[in-house]
Antibody, heavy 127, light 111 residues
């Protein structure tokens, strides 16, 4: 069965960095694009970033652009989110999910919705 | 700045039918936004109900269905059950530049 397990969350001071990981199993990781989504305490879901199946393209929400970097290592079935210059408003549970559909260039054919989700990892940015 | 709108809360009686909607602050939702729907109960990760192909995800009961109604996307629950009491989020694909936007979520009460 499909499993996505996030790790790397914790408490970090404002301005510092943190790297999240998402380890996949139960499907051919290298064939799927991947999303990161976050949820601040008591708030709704916010889409954060996406990476194509081969890592050829990456896109970000305006709120994290220039500070966060999404990447993947298909040999390790692992997705990453490098988060730099962290702010209090980045405090959230971060979820990874695989992307349904085929994406190339700047477009996703079929909409690229989220399919399976991990259980999330909590990031708290506080001094 | 694109804002995706959802009802903040709705209620339905057990066995009843309810429609949740997903709109845009400016413009209409169309099939090219490939709307998808997600359910989340407190303390749990979200799960996908309806994907961007307008297909129910594995294990999702057939009382859940997605559609485009007028200028909005819609999630209809026909024959609501107590276990459907959850938060529901829609997601729209905004196309070029490949970005997605969630709605603010609808809290559904079954009573």
């Amino acid at each position: 069965q499909v499993q996505l397990v996030e790790s790397g969350g914790g408490v970090v001071q404002p301005g510092r960095s943190l790297r999240l990981s998402c380890t996949a199993s139960g499907f051919t990781f290298s064939s799927y694009g991947m999303h990161w989504v976050r949820q601040a305490p008591g708030k709704g879901l916010e889409w954060v970033a996406v990476i194509w199946y081969d890592g050829s393209d990456k896109y970000y929400a305006d709120s994290v652009k220039g500070r966060f970097t999404i990447s993947r290592d298909n040999s390790k079935n692992t997705l990453y989110l490098q988060m730099n210059s962290l702010r209090a408003e980045d405090t959230a549970v971060y979820y990874c999910a695989n992307l349904l559909g085929y994406c190339t260039g700047g477009s996703c054919y079929g909409g690229g919705s989220l399919d399976y989700w991990g259980q999330g990892t909590l990031v708290t940015v506080s001094s | 700045q694109t804002v995706v709108t959802q009802e903040s809360s709705l209620s339905v009686s057990p066995g009843g039918t309810v429609t949740l909607t997903c709109g845009l602050s400016s413009g209409s939702v169309s099939a090219s936004h490939y709307p998808s729907w997600y359910q989340q109960t407190p303390g749990q990760a979200p799960r996908t109900l309806i994907d961007s192909r307008n297909t129910r995800s594995s294990g999702v009961p057939d009382r859940f269905s997605g559609s485009i109604l007028g200028n909005k996307a819609a999630l209809t629950i026909t024959g609501a059950q107590a276990e459907d009491e959850s938060d529901y989020y829609c997601l729209l694909y905004m196309g070029t530049g490949a970005n997605w936007v969630f709605g603010g979520g609808t809290k559904l009460t079954v009573l």
